[in-house]
């Protein structure tokens, strides 16, 4: 995520419905989204972070999705966040099971952790379907929040034989 990106992060933000289990407040202008991406340094800190996903056939953005080290809790972090209109088509499935893929396959991340608001349905389904067991019960900004987690192991047994 670059700060010319700042139009398609501050239109993605003012959808009160697609931060609405993020913890987020809406960007107040497209310069405060264009300021967070600018102080955005998880590349530099960790070499990973979350990346903007696009559509192959137009170009269009439709969100961003990828890992984050959560240096606080002492685990990388799954997260995708899409704009209404591409809801449940998969893309937040394909998108992490990439950022799942380079996380273990690349990085060699030991596991990887699904935060998400206990209310958020839609979340709790992909991270079944990717094979992500329920791990706890936390508060998340306010909220009772579920953890769901994924080892290297099990991501390894789940893959296909070839």
């Known amino acids: 995520m670059y700060p010319d990106d700042a139009q ?15 913890g987020d407040a809406s960007f107040a202008s497209v310069q405060e989204a264009r300021e967070f991406l600018v102080q955005y340094d998880a590349y530099e800190k960790w070499g990973y972070g979350r990346l903007n996903c696009y559509l192959k056939e137009s170009g269009e953005y439709i969100g961003w999705c ?15 966040r899409l704009k209404k209109k591409f809801w449940n088509q ?9 950022c799942l893929q380079y996380g273990f396959e690349t990085l060699s991340l030991p596991f990887i952790v699904a935060t998400i608001m206990k209310d958020n349905k839609g979340s709790i ?25 994924l080892t290297r192991e099990e991501y390894i047994s789940l893959r296909p034989k070839h």
Do not use: C
């Open 125 to 149: 389904r992909v991270a079944e379907k990717l094979g992500m067991k329920y791990w706890k019960e936390q508060d998340l900004h306010g909220q009772r929040g579920v953890y769901f987690k």
């Open 8 to 22: 398609d992060a501050f239109d993605l933000n003012s959808d009160p419905d697609v931060i609405q289990y993020t």
């Open 66 to 80: 990828g890992l984050k080290y959560l240096a606080e809790e002492g685990h990388t972090d799954l997260g995708y």
């Open 90 to 98: 998969g893309y937040a499935t394909e998108g992490s099971e990439v």
